[in-house]
């Protein structure tokens, strides 16, 4: 049975920084692109971003772009989102998406086979 688990979000300052894991048992994140997703309430979930399965491309929303960074650890079967300079428009719960669709100009969920339950993020001004 595959289970995708996020990790790491929590109530942190404007200006701070939060590192967000994404792990899963039964399958091998190596081999799939894998993505991060927020959606905050009363908004439509968005792409935030994404790394290819060979850590050739990856794809940042322009609002978070030179703000996070994506990574890999296939050692650990973990996938990384490192979020710094936290803005409260950055609240959100994020999701890990596996297979989804990485392009470096978007990323796609429509093919999404595994999703997270989510993790928190909550940034006060």
């Known amino acids: 049975q595959v289970q995708v688990v996020e990790s790491g979000g929590d109530l942190v300052q404007a200006g701070g920084s939060l590192r967000l894991s994404c792990t899963a048992s039964?399958?091998?994140?190596?081999?799939?692109?894998v993505g991060w997703f927020r959606q905050a309430p009363g908004k439509e979930r968005e792409g935030v971003s994404c790394?290819?399965?060979?850590?050739?491309?990856?794809y940042y929303s322009p609002s978070v772009k030179g703000l996070f960074t994506i990574s890999r650890d296939n050692t650990n079967n973990t996938v990384y989102l490192q979020m710094n300079s936290l803005k409260p428009e950055d609240t959100a719960m994020y999701y890990c998406?596996?297979?989804?669709?990485?392009?470096?100009?978007?990323?796609?969920?429509?093919?999404?086979?595994?999703w997270g339950q989510g993790t928190q993020v909550t940034v006060s001004s």
């Open positions: 998406a596996v297979d989804i669709l990485c392009l470096s100009t978007r990323m796609v969920e429509t093919t999404t086979k595994y």
């Open positions: 039964g399958l091998t994140l190596a081999k799939y692109p």
């Open positions: 790394v290819d399965y060979s850590m050739t491309t990856t």
